[in-house]
Nanobody
Framework: QVQLVESGGALVHPGGSLRLSCVAS????????MGWYRQAPGKQRTLVAT???????KYADSVKDRFTISRDTGKRTLYLQMNNLKPGDTAVYYC???????????WGQGTQVTVSS
């Protein structure tokens, strides 16, 4: 079992920046993909960015060149640096871990990001 705890969400003005963090309760071994997803009110949860155990990254078109996903292995923490935030980025952001060992598909509880003037 892996517990994921997100933090860093806040209310920010358009053009501002935030860094989200996701701490895992245990080390994850093997081949895995970790990522950030978001869900706006009344909409489905969608992919924001993923990072694989091989170092590959993938971003949604809407966040390319503004968001950066990274990981600190020693701290068991996944980050999402978000720059030049827009009102359309407003959503609950969820951390996900899939594959690897412990085996399973794990989600955090989410952290709210609101971009508004």
């Amino acid at each position: 079992q892996v517990q994921l705890v997100e933090s860093g969400g806040a209310l920010v003005h358009p053009g501002g920046s935030l860094r989200l963090s996701c701490v895992a309760s245990t080390d994850i071994f093997g081949v895995w993909i970790m990522g950030w997803y978001r869900q706006a009110p009344g909409k489905q949860r969608t992919l924001v960015a993923t990072l694989s155990s091989s170092g590959g990254t993938k971003y949604a078109d809407s966040v390319k060149d503004r968001f950066t996903i990274s990981r600190d292995t020693g701290k068991r923490t996944l980050y999402l640096q978000m720059n030049n935030l827009k009102p359309g980025d407003t959503a609950v952001y969820y951390c996900n871990s899939n594959g690897g060992i412990p085996v399973g598909d794990y989600w955090g509880q989410g952290t709210q990001v609101t971009v508004s003037s």
